[in-house]
C-alpha cells in the first residue's frame, strides 16, 4: 500500500518487480542435468535411488510427492557439474540437482513429469544471505537477481494437461493461487518435447511449454465489495 | 439486536465462539452479544467482542430442565442463539423439537443424518466416507481390520477424539479410555487417508443456504487442527448438491464438512460438524461472513460488509486482559508425584454426554453404531455400500460379518471338533490342546497351494518356521505336506533331522544360525542365507572350506524397521553388498531370502513391501551380475490373512518375481503362524470371581497366565466356554469382566472387557484359541515354584 494524492490506494507489489528483466538473464538458462560415468559407481546410486523411492512411496499413491529426497539432502550450494555417484555422497544439494533426482523418480515411477524451470520472488536480506553462503562455497550465484531468484523444479502430469509442481527443495506443491510477495512465483518455464504441443493446465493458468511465462497474480474470490450480497450460495437460490 | 454465542473455549482446540462474535462484532458493530460459557476457566469469557456474559455451571451441576426455560425465555425475548457446542446443540433439539425462529441450531432430525462415521446426508456430495467399523464388533474383527489397513486406523469418539491407534495393546488402551470418558461402548475404527485436509463450511436458515466458503489448512497444530488457511469460493460442483442436502435437512445454523483430498484427487469426509469451525473468522477475514449472512436472512438486518478481504489467514497467540468481574480461578492441586493438573474439559462436557445418554438424547442411533460401511472400494456412484468384509475364521473361510452388535467371533467347525476330543474336566489346567484335524487340513492346503502355483518355470515351495512352534507334530505335518524346514540355529537344523527332514531340505537363516558349534550337517543342505556382509564372509569361508555345503547361498535383504538383514538403506550399504556378493561360490545358486511380519505392518503394507523388496532385489541381480534363483519370502502372516488371501493373489506374486527377475526357479514361502496359531489352543480354570452389586462380574482369576500367553498384548484370542449342560461351546463376546492371570503381576490380565457366560461358574474351562504359534514357543516357566 502506499499513500499518493492523500488517498489510500491499492498497489500490487508485484507491480514493482521487473519479472522481464530477470526472464531476459535467465532466458537461455538450461535445466539441470545429472552426469552419468556410465560405469558401475552412477548405476549404483541410480537403483539405490529408484529402489528406495519405491520403498518410501509405502504403496501409496504415485503422484505423492517423494518427500525423502529433501530428508536425505539438505538445500546448499552444490558445484557443477555432478554426476549421480557424487549426488548421492553430497549432504547438500541445490535445486537443480534435488529437482533433477525428483524427475528421475517420477519417471521411475511411471509418471509422466517435465523440468520446471521458476523465478520466485524472495527478499533483500534473504538473498544477501544465500549469496554469502554460495559465495562461501566458492559456488557461482548466477541464480540470484536483486531480490529475484532462479529455483527449479519438477512439473508432475496428473491428468492429460493438468499438472502440479512439485518443489523438490521445499518438499512441496507450489501454490498455483499465486499472490506474489515472499516466496511468490513469478515466472515459469516448463521443458518438454517438441511433441507436447498444448499448454499445460496449472490451477487457472495455462502455461505453454518451453517458454517463459508470468504467472498471473490471483485476484481474491470475495473481493468484490459486494461479495456478501452476490454470494454464490445466495444467487443460485 | 441481542445475539447469544456459546462454545467459548479458546485453547489448542477451540471452539468457535469467539470467531463467531468476531464476526458478527463486524458486521453488527451495535449488536450485543452475549457469551455463553460453563466454566469460568475457558480464556474465552475474557474476549472484548462480547457485551455481557452469561456464565453458567459446569454441565454436571446444571438443572437441565431451569437451564432449557432459561433458554426459552432468551428465545421468546427475541435474542438469537448460535451454539458452537456440538452437545448442547444435541439437547437443544430436544429441547425445541419444532424448532425456534431465534435458535440458529439445526433440528433433531437434520443431526441424525449427519451422525458419524455414516454421515447419511453426504450421499449426494462428491466424496466418499473412509471405512470404518464399530467397536461393538468382537475383538477378532477389529483386529482384522486394523491388519487389512495396515494399522493405519483412527478410533474415534461418538462425538469428540480420535487417536491414532498403532498397535493392538495401543487400541485396548484407548478404547478404555474413551469408552469411559463418553459413557458408550459407541466408538468406532476408521481407516486413515493420507491427503491434505480441507473443510466446506457453510451457514443455512431454515433450509437455506445463506453462504458457503471452502477452506484448505495451510497450517495445522499437533493436533491437527486449523492453524492457518485460505478460504475461497466453493466449486460449484460441491455447492449444487450440498443446497439440495440443507433444503432437505432444513437445516439451520452453522455447518462445517471436514474432509481430506488424497493425492488422486478423491475427497474423503472425515466428519460433519453441526456448528461454525473455530476458524470461521478467517472465512470473515476473507470477504465471506457466514455467521452474518445467516443472521441476515433470520432477522432482515443488512450486515455490513467487509471492504478489504484477504484470502488467506492465520492465528496467533493474544493475552487479553481478563474481566474483572470473572477472576482468574484458582489451579486445582496437583494429584500427588502427578504431572499437571487434570483442567480436562472444565465446562463438564464429558459430564453433559453421560446425563444426555441417561436421557436417551445421544447414542441410540446414528452415533458411530452403524453396520460396517465400506466405503474405500471404489465402488464409484458413492460411500454408502455393503458391509465391510471381515476375514475371519483360521482358514476356513471368508465370512462377511453379520450386523448384530456385540457379535461373538466366529469359530472355524474344525476348532470345535478337535476340542470335543479333549475330557477337559478331567484335565490339569493350564494345559496346551493340539488341534489336531485343524492343524492337518492348514498344513493339507499350504501344501496344495504350493503345487498349484509352481509353473513349468518357478517351483514353489512352503516353508516351515521352526521357531515358531518346535513341536514335532506340526514339524511331522510340514514335512508330510511338502515342507522345507527353516531352522534359525544348528539346534533347529538337528531337530528338523530328527523328526524325519533331511539336510537338503533344511534352510539356514537368521543372525546366530552356526549356534551351537559342531553340528552342522555333514551333507548340503538347500539354503542359507547370510545376515549381515560379517556374516557373509564367514558362510563364504565355509563354503570354501566344505565346512557347509549348500544348493543354495545367498542374502537376507532387511527389511525398513527390520534389525535382520543386510541392510540397503543408503547407497553406500548397497555397494558394500553388490561387492561382498563376489565373494559366494558361483557353484551354487544364488538366492535372496527378505522377511516382515504382516501381521505387524497390514496386508496391504505387506504386498507393498514384496514388491518392493523386488525392485531391490532386481537391483541385487543387475549390480551384481550374479542371477537370482531363489526368492525366499516370508511371512508372519496372521493365519485369517494368509488363508483367506486369494491364490490369485499369491498367483499375481509368483508371476511378479518372474517378471522382476527372469532366472527365478524357486520361490519358497514361508507363512509362519499362519500354520502354527490356529494349531493349538490353551485351556484354562477359572479360578475364582463375584459378581458387583449391579450383577456385573469386573474381575475372574483364572489359572492361566501371560506365562502361557505372551502374546496377549499383541492380538486378541477368542476364547470358547462350554456350557455344562447343553455341551454346546460359545465364544466369548465382549463385556465389562477382565481375566486376571494366576501370577501375581500386576501385567497379568490374559483378556480385557469379556462377558462371562450366563451360569458360568468356578472351575469352568476356558479355552484360548489362536494360541499355537509364539504364545506356545515363546511361554515360559513363571509362578510354579
Redesign the interface.
Known amino acids: 500500500m502506499s499513500l499518493a494524492e492523500d488517498k489510500l490506494i491499492e498497489v500490487n507489489e508485484a507491480d514493482f518487480v521487473d519479472t522481464g528483466a530477470a526472464i531476459e538473464k535467465w532466458r537461455h538458462f538450461p535445466y539441470s542435468a545429472i552426469l552419468h560415468h556410465g560405469r ?1 559407481c552412477c ?3 541410480r ?2 535411488i ?3 523411492d ?2 518410501q ?5 504415485p ?2 510427492g517423494p518427500r525423502w529426497i529433501r530428508q536425505k539432502w539438505t538445500w546448499g550450494p552444490s558445484s557443477w557439474p555432478i554426476s549421480w ?1 557424487e549426488a ?2 553430497r549432504k547438500t544439494l541445490d535445486c537443480g540437482a534435488l529437482a533433477a533426482i525428483s524427475q528421475e523418480v517420477y519417471t521411475a515411477r511411471g509418471v509422466t513429469n517435465y523440468p520446471a524451470q521458476f523465478i520466485q520472488q524472495y527478499s533483500e536480506d534473504s538473498v544477501l544471505h544465500w549469496q554469502k553462503k554460495w559465495n562461501g562455497e566458492e559456488v557461482s550465484t548466477h541464480w540470484i537477481n536483486e531480490d529475484l531468484i532462479y529455483h527449479e523444479g519438477c512439473a508432475v502430469v ?1 491428468r492429460d494437461a493438468e499438472i502440479k509442481l512439485w518443489d523438490a527443495s521445499a518438499g512441496w506443491w507450489v501454490n498455483p ?1 499465486q ?1 506474489g510477495g515472499y516466496g511468490g512465483l513469478l515466472a515459469l518455464r516448463i521443458s518438454a518435447p517438441q511433441s507436447v504441443s498444448g499448454a499445460f493446465e496449472w490451477g487457472t493458468h495455462r502455461i505453454a511449454p518451453n517458454q517463459w511465462q508470468k504467472i498471473e497474480r ?1 485476484r ?4 468484490h ?5 452476490h ?4 444467487a ?2 | 439486536m441481542k445475539i447469544y454465542i456459546s462454545g467459548l473455549y479458546s485453547g489448542t482446540n477451540p471452539q468457535p465462539g469467539i470467531g463467531v462474535a468476531r464476526s458478527l462484532r463486524a458486521a453488527y458493530p451495535e449488536a450485543n452479544l452475549v457469551g455463553v460459557e460453563y466454566s469460568n476457566r475457558c480464556s474465552g469469557i475474557h474476549w472484548q467482542d462480547f457485551d455481557e456474559l452469561w456464565l453458567q455451571r459446569p454441565w454436571e451441576e446444571l438443572n437441565l430442565d431451569a437451564y432449557a426455560e432459561g433458554i426459552k425465555e432468551v428465545l421468546d425475548g427475541g435474542a438469537l442463539w448460535i451454539s458452537g457446542v456440538d452437545l448442547e446443540i444435541m439437547w437443544l433439539a430436544s429441547v425445541f423439537p419444532e424448532g425456534h425462529k431465534n435458535l440458529l441450531t439445526p433440528p433433531a432430525s437434520a443431526l441424525r443424518q449427519i451422525s458419524k462415521p455414516a454421515v447419511e446426508a453426504s450421499q449426494s456430495l462428491p466424496l466418499r466416507i473412509p471405512t470404518y467399523i464399530s467397536t461393538e464388533r468382537s475383538d477378532w474383527e477389529l483386529h482384522a481390520f486394523c491388519r487389512q489397513h495396515g494399522w493405519k486406523v483412527w478410533l474415534k469418539g461418538p462425538y469428540y477424539e480420535a487417536v491414532r491407534t498403532y498397535s493392538w495393546d495401543m487400541f485396548e488402551r484407548v478404547r478404555t479410555a474413551l469408552s469411559r470418558a463418553w459413557s458408550t461402548e459407541k466408538l468406532f475404527l476408521q481407516t486413515h487417508v493420507t491427503g491434505y485436509e480441507e473443510s466446506v463450511c457453510f451457514s443455512a436458515y431454515k433450509g437455506e443456504l445463506t453462504g458457503c466458503v471452502y477452506m484448505r489448512k495451510r497450517e495445522l497444530t499437533e493436533e491437527g487442527k486449523t492453524w492457518a488457511g485460505d478460504v475461497t469460493e466453493a466449486p460449484e460442483e460441491f455447492v449444487a448438491p450440498l443446497r439440495k442436502v440443507v433444503r432437505e435437512l432444513n437445516w439451520t445454523g452453522g455447518a462445517e464438512l471436514e474432509m481430506v483430498r488424497d493425492t488422486g484427487g478423491q475427497l474423503w469426509l472425515l466428519e460433519c460438524n453441526p456448528r461454525f469451525p473455530a476458524w470461521i473468522y478467517g472465512s470473515t477475514i476473507a470477504g465471506r461472513n457466514l455467521p452474518a449472512l445467516m443472521v441476515e436472512r433470520a432477522t432482515g438486518v443488512p450486515a455490513k460488509t467487509a471492504e478489504t478481504p484477504c484470502e488467506e489467514f492465520t492465528r496467533i497467540v493474544l493475552e487479553v486482559p481478563v474481566r474483572p468481574q470473572f477472576p482468574l480461578p484458582s489451579l486445582p492441586e496437583p494429584f500427588p508425584g502427578a504431572i499437571g493438573h487434570s483442567m480436562k474439559h472444565p465446562s463438564g462436557t464429558l459430564a453433559l454426554a453421560e446425563r444426555l445418554h441417561k436421557l436417551h438424547i445421544i447414542g441410540e442411533d446414528g452415533n458411530g453404531n452403524g453396520n460396517s460401511n465400506g466405503n474405500g472400494n471404489g465402488n464409484g456412484n458413492g460411500h454408502h455400500a455393503s458391509a465391510e468384509t471381515v476375514k475371519t475364521g483360521a482358514g476356513v473361510a471368508t465370512v462377511t460379518v453379520a450386523a448384530a452388535p456385540n457379535a461373538a467371533p466366529s469359530v472355524p467347525p474344525s476348532f470345535i471338533a478337535d476340542l470335543d476330543t479333549y475330557a477337559l474336566q478331567e484335565m490339569e489346567t493350564p494345559a496346551w490342546l493340539f488341534l489336531e484335524s485343524t492343524a492337518e487340513s492348514l498344513f493339507k492346503r499350504a501344501g496344495e497351494l504350493a503345487t498349484q502355483l509352481t509353473t513349468s518355470t518357478v517351483k514353489v515351495t512352503n516353508g516351515y518356521s521352526i521357531k515358531t512352534n518346535p513341536d514335532e507334530r506340526l514339524i511331522k505335518l510340514a514335512k508330510e505336506s511338502g515342507f522345507l524346514a527353516e531352522a534359525i540355529s544348528l539346534l533347529e537344523v538337528q531337530k528338523a533331522l530328527k523328526t524325519g527332514f533331511k539336510p537338503e531340505q533344511v534352510i539356514l537363516n537368521g543372525p546366530g544360525k552356526w549356534w551351537p558349534e559342531g553340528l552342522l550337517p555333514s551333507s548340503p543342505i538347500h539354503a542359507v542365507f547370510s545376515d549381515s556382509i560379517a556374516d557373509l564372509r564367514r558362510m563364504a569361508a565355509s563354503l570354501a572350506s566344505k565346512e557347509l555345503q549348500a544348493k543354495i547361498v545367498g542374502v537376507r535383504l532387511r527389511t525398513p524397521g527390520s534389525r535382520f538383514g543386510i541392510p540397503v538403506d543408503t547407497p553406500d550399504a548397497l555397494r558394500a553388498l553388490v561387492e561382498a556378493i563376489e565373494l559366494l561360490p558361483r557353484d551354487s545358486a544364488f538366492g535372496v531370502h527378505f522377511h516382515m511380519a504382516s501381521s505387524n505392518i497390514g496386508v496391504r503394507q505387506w504386498w507393498h513391501l514384496y514388491e518392493s523388496m523386488l525392485r531391490w532385489c532386481r537391483s541385487v541381480e543387475s549390480l551384481s551380475g550374479r542371477r537370482i534363483e531363489c526368492l525366499d519370502v516370508g511371512g508372519g502372516w496372521f493365519p485369517d490373512d494368509w488363508h483367506t488371501e486369494s491364490s490369485d493373489q499369491f498367483a499375481a506374486a509368483v508371476q511378479s518375481a518372474r517378471k522382476f527377475l527372469p532366472g527365478v526357479k524357486e520361490v519358497i514361502s514361508e507363512p509362519g503362524k499362519a500354520m502354527a496359531q490356529p494349531s493349538m489352543a490353551l485351556a484354562m480354570r477359572l479360578l475364582e470371581f463375584e459378581a458387583t452389586g449391579e450383577g456385573e462380574i469386573n474381575e475372574a482369576v483364572v489359572d492361566g497366565s501371560i506365562a502361557e500367553l505372551p502374546m496377549h498384548f499383541f492380538q486378541p484370542h477368542r476364547i470358547l466356554h462350554r456350557d455344562e449342560r447343553t455341551q454346546e461351546w460359545r465364544a466369548l463376546r465382549r463385556g465389562k469382566t477382565q481375566l486376571l492371570g494366576r501370577l501375581c503381576m500386576e501385567h497379568d490380565i490374559v483378556a480385557t472387557n469379556v462377558e462371562l457366560p450366563k451360569g458360568a461358574q468356578v472351575g469352568d474351562v476356558l479355552v484360548f484359541c489362536d494360541a499355537g504359534a509364539y504364545d506356545r514357543s515363546m511361554s515360559y516357566v513363571f509362578g510354579r515354584g
Open positions: 558401475l548405476r549404483i546410486a537403483e539405490w529408484f529402489s528406495h519405491y520403498t512411496l509405502n504403496g501409496e499413491h503422484l505423492t555417484c548421492v555422497e496428473t493461487k499472490f490471483a481474491n474470490d470475495f473481493a465489495p459486494s461479495a456478501n450480497a454470494s454464490r450460495a445466495a443460485h437460490d
